[in-house]
């Protein structure tokens, strides 16, 4: 009977390009990951399927949503989000449906005054719910273990 013996040396440089590269195939798949997670956090937007109230006027959120190839500790890492400063409300909610669970009051003045989507005249309230959550990101996570 013959016996075998084999030798395999590992290339560590190989290993660490296919690891960290941009051109490595673990960075390609993760930025892929990333690219499905910002696809669905803007269909979740939309108001398609079971995603949540359809929030878009101009489409300003929606259109912000990136996804970033960045390094943390020298791993690379995705980061899908926005920089618009309203999308935390839209996401997490606001008054009786936000964090705070509490209706919205004027700090400064005796009522709060605004103007409805689609009315021409100001409307006058000494409080208001608030808006429902639309966790368009947090739902979007699953998007990227496909």
Known sequence: MATVTTFQRLDANAVRALLTSPQ???VRDLFRRGLRV???AKR???G???SGPKRVDTGRLRASIT?????RSGAPAVVV???VTYARWVHDGT???GPRRRVIRPVNAEFLRFRP???QRYVYARQVKGMVANPFLAKALSAAKT
């Open 48 to 50: 398609l399927g079971d």
């Open 24 to 26: 490595g195939g673990v």
């Open 38 to 40: 910002e696809s669905q």
């Open 81 to 83: 989000g926005t920089n």
């Open 44 to 46: 979740n937007l939309s």
């Open 117 to 119: 989507k689609g009315v």
């Open 67 to 71: 996804t970033v190839l960045v390094s």
């Open 95 to 97: 008054g009786l449906y």
